[in-house]
């Protein structure tokens, strides 16, 4: 089960942490990705890390603003947002991957948080 908080609204330029704490789940042996969705639109991916952090990647439209990182002994992982822009409002949702490497591709995790609500004023 994942459980993900930290979302709210904020100004343009702004920052926010999302978490995601896991149970029931070997956590440290995945790798887990952090996805959102915004009204009207598909999910995509924005970033993801492997079991050990080891490797992270970033959807072209937030990198060197977004930075993912996780804990394993907390069975946390985090998704720290600063220069937050309008175009980043939307719900962002965990998920776990179905092995350690981190990928983009949604399809290659299987269990997914509730989401938390982002929303960036202009």
């Known amino acids: 089960q994942l459980q993900a908080s930290g979302g709210g609204l904020v100004q343009t330029g702004g920052s926010l942490r999302l978490s995601c704490t896991a149970s029931?789940?070997?956590?440290?042996?995945?790798?887990m990705g952090w996805f959102r969705q915004a009204p009207g639109k598909e999910r995509e991916f924005v970033a993801c890390?492997?079991?050990?952090?080891?490797?992270?990647y970033y959807t072209d439209s937030v990198k060197g603003r977004f930075t993912i990182s996780r804990d394993n002994a907390k069975n946390t992982v985090y998704l720290q947002m600063n220069n937050l822009k309008p175009e980043d409002t939307a719900v962002y949702s965990c998920?776990?991957?179905?092995?350690?490497?981190?990928?983009?591709?949604?399809?290659?995790?299987?269990?997914w948080g509730q989401g938390t609500q982002v929303t960036v004023s202009s």
């Open positions: 029931g789940c070997t956590f440290s042996r995945y790798a």
């Open positions: 998920a776990s991957g179905r092995g350690p490497s981190a990928t983009m591709d949604r399809l290659r995790y299987d269990y």
């Open positions: 890390i492997s079991w050990n952090s080891g490797n992270t």
